[in-house]
């Protein structure tokens, strides 16, 4: 089962990127697909960084991408909960 955690993974993520630790975001990434029983090596993980919103609680957003290495759609469910908000 996986843990519950407060926090979303894009959040989770987005810290990582704020702290300098950017390099390790992608195994974070890894990880989550685990808990959800995907392959993490049947992915490409991409980040794109941009500035947060005035207002923000943090100082960068990072939308995470998913890309299937076998050229097979992606299911959106799983796009849309690695991006979800809150």
């Known amino acids: 089962m996986a843990k519950i955690n407060p926090f979303t993974i894009r959040m989770q993520v987005a810290r990582m990127f704020e702290q300098g630790q950017s390099l390790f975001a992608e195994v974070k990434v890894q990880d989550w697909l685990k808990e ?8 490409i993980i991409r980040f794109h960084q941009k500035m947060a919103p005035v207002g923000a609680n943090s100082a960068v957003v990072v939308e995470i991408e998913l890309v299937r290495k076998d050229g097979q759609p992606l299911d959106q469910w799983l796009q849309q909960e690695i991006n979800r908000q809150s």
């Open 36 to 43: 959800r029983n995907h392959n993490p090596k049947d992915y």
